[in-house]
């Protein structure tokens, strides 16, 4: 089950504020905890599910509660590479890389979870994916509570 946490925050159609933003931390902390719950309904209903989105250390919380095999990985592209990224997704997305920057640099010193990032500078995508998969296999970025 591929639950892409972009989508929950494009569900709000009115009052919507840009999750980059200081002032968003109630809509984000609203939108975190449903897109924990539908990821543990689809898990309690024997569904593999990768939640694919910006998800900080700051919002794993709702996600360790959820007594299911937790994995966390960051996956870790030169900042550039982040950039041009979101910029050639399209649609309504994130482009402004003042904040990609932001976010970028939030996530470059993550603590006691740097364990958990994945550099993917020189990888293909399908590399990533070979090299996530492997993780997941192997345990080597659950997180344990």
């Not at 109630?26 to 939640?51: C, E, H, P, R, S």
């Not at 041009?84 to 993550?110: K, N």
């Not at 590399?127 to 659950?142: I, L, P, S």
Request: contains cysteine.
């Amino acid at each position: 089950m591929h639950l892409h946490a972009d989508d929950f925050w494009h569900f709000i159609k009115n009052g919507a504020v840009a999750p980059y933003l200081p002032e968003a931390h109630v809509q984000n902390t609203t939108v975190i905890d449903i897109l924990a719950k539908a990821a543990k309904g689809y898990a309690k209903g024997g569904y593999f599910v990768v939640v694919d989105g910006i998800i900080g250390p700051w919002f794993l919380e709702p996600f360790k509660a959820l007594s299911v095999p937790l994995h966390y990985i960051v996956l870790r592209p030169q900042l550039d590479v982040a950039i041009r990224r979101c910029r050639e997704r399209g649609g309504d997305t994130l482009t402004d890389p003042a904040p990609i920057t932001v976010l970028y640099q939030q996530f470059s010193s993550l603590g006691e979870l740097d364990r958990h990032a994945l550099r993917t500078q020189g990888h293909s995508p399908q590399d990533t994916v070979h090299e996530v998969a492997r993780a997941v296999h192997n345990g080597t970025f659950r997180l344990l509570s």
